[in-house]
């Protein structure tokens, strides 16, 4: 698991590692990178880790389903899903950036997470510091290595 606050550089951090490990592993999943417009945060694209093709996932304004302060991007969810499916017992590790609100509702990623957690595929969550509890909780997760960004320490659970 990689935790941290919004900000503190999850999902660059984890872009590096899949730039360093990719001579020996083929890793998978999605990464999330932040979209920026004049310094201002306007939304998040979905990067297929295997493919290396990318999506708009959500954007400041419509068109799409409001998702907090954004709009989640028509076929942006469903692109993002079936790039950690296809990925479960091809790719190792498999990233997933990241589990939010709607996952933990049951939406969103949820099904794919299930399906990566229920699997021997290696799995790496990108996760908000406030939601590691509730993840926990939610997807019945009780051994764990956490690497936490904004303290910059690696705690084995």
Do not use: W
Not at 25 to 34: A, D, I, T
Not at 82 to 108: H, Q, S, Y
Not at 144 to 151: I, M, R
Request: aromatic share 8%.
């Amino acid at each position: 698991m990689v935790s941290g606050d919004v900000g503190s550089g999850k999902t660059r951090s984890c872009r590096a590692i899949v730039r360093e490990i990719e001579e020996k592993h083929r890793p998978g999943g999605v990464l999330s990178p932040r979209v920026i417009d004049s310094g201002v945060t306007t939304g998040y694209d979905v990067l297929n880790v295997a493919s290396g093709e990318m999506r708009p996932f959500v954007r400041s304004d419509p068109p799409g389903e409001k998702v907090g302060r954004f709009f989640l991007r028509p076929g942006g969810l469903e692109f993002a899903i079936c790039a950690i499916t296809d990925a479960i017992g091809k790719n190792e590790p498999v990233f997933v950036d990241e589990v939010g609100r709607m996952e933990l509702d049951g939406r969103g990623l949820a099904q794919a997470v299930n399906q990566l957690l229920e699997s021997e595929t290696q799995g790496i969550y990108l996760v908000r510091k406030q939601f590691l509890s509730r993840f926990r909780e939610v997807f019945l997760v009780d051994h764990y290595d956490e690497f936490c960004l904004s303290e910059g320490e690696r705690a084995e659970k």
